[in-house]
């Protein structure tokens, strides 16, 4: 199994980016897809996750209105588009896969992880 996460770059305060995360070697429509963050000396946080259809998503609260995910079940991807970006969104952007249509915000309970793409907002 592979997740690969791309996309990230520097972008200024207020900018745009949107990060993919191709999926390989797993039943891409039978995982739920999370996108988790880690900026530097923090802990990996939630950000937010999308189910098995795309039909439905979930943001934590630092991000919701301003970030959503999608997912295109056909091309085995999972996006994450975020807007209004501030500069305490820098951080290292990860894509993660969980068996199931679950609802999962803690990093311990998913099952593959992506390498991560760098995020740098500037002020």
């Known amino acids: 199994v592979q997740l690969q996460a791309f996309g990230g770059g520097l972008v200024q305060a207020g900018g745009s980016l949107r990060l993919s995360c191709a999926a390989s070697g797993l039943t891409f429509s039978r995982y739920t897809m999370g996108w988790f963050r880690q900026a530097p000396g923090k802990e990996r946080e939630f950000v937010g996750i999308i189910n098995l259809s795309g039909g439905s998503t979930y943001a934590s609260d630092s991000v919701k209105g301003r970030f959503t995910v999608s997912r295109d079940n056909a091309k085995n991807t999972v996006y994450l588009q975020l807007n209004s970006l501030k500069p305490e969104d820098t951080a290292i952007y990860y894509c993660?896969?969980?068996?199931?249509?679950?609802?999962?915000?803690?990093?311990?309970?998913?099952?593959?992880w992506g390498q991560g793409t760098q995020v740098t907002v500037s002020s």
């Open positions: 993660a896969a969980v068996y199931g249509n679950y609802y999962r915000t803690t990093m311990y309970t998913y099952d593959y």
